[in-house]
Each structure stands twice: as C-alpha cells, then as structure tokens.
C-alpha cells in the first residue's frame, strides 16, 4: 500500500472508533458501504464465530450460505492473519 493509502485507512480507523452506539454505527456503515458490501462482512463475522466455536466447513456453508472460498479465507485469517477477529470474538462472547 502506498503511504497516502495508509493515511485514508488510518483517517477511516479514527473515524470509526468515534462512533459511541449502535445506531451511530449502523448509521455511518449504511453510508459507508453498499448493502452487499455489509452482507459480506456480516457473513464473514458469522463464519468467523462459528470456525471459533468448533463447526465443519459444511455446517457452516449450511448454516450461513458462505461459499468455501469465503470460508476458507476467514479461517486462513483465523489462523495466520493479524488477529482482529481473535482480538473480536472473546469480546463478543461477553
């Protein structure tokens, strides 16, 4: 990535984490993102919980209509990403 890159996905990362609750949130992310853009993220969260808790790719790909591809990226990110969803999830669970 170049550094001005960097500097609009650190300008996007502030601008988040001003956000206090969950309707100023789903307000900025309606915005923000297309709605397919949205279902995708919320669909990778879900696999990502449910890689966490244990499931197979095929109740997975059952339960959340992901393709194997999409599955298969969250879990190599699980695995030997930079650690946002295991930074995410414990707190989640709480």
């Known amino acids: 990535m170049q550094k001005q890159d960097l500097s609009q996905m650190d300008r996007l990362y502030e601008a988040i984490l001003t956000l206090k609750t969950p309707e ?4 900025f992310f ?3 993102c297309s709605a397919a853009e949205l279902r995708a993220m919320a669909q990778r969260l ?4 449910l890689l966490d808790e244990g499931l197979i790719y095929n109740h997975i790909l059952e339960r959340t209509g992901a393709s194997s ?5 969250v879990n190599r990110a699980l695995q ?3 650690d946002g969803y ?4 414990p707190r989640l669970k709480k």
């Open 86 to 89: 295991k930074t995410i999830l």
């Open 46 to 49: 879900e696999v990502a919980q």
């Open 80 to 82: 030997y990403g930079a």
């Open 69 to 73: 591809a999409t599955i298969s990226r």
């Open 24 to 27: 100023e949130c789903r307000a």
């Open 30 to 32: 309606l915005d923000l």
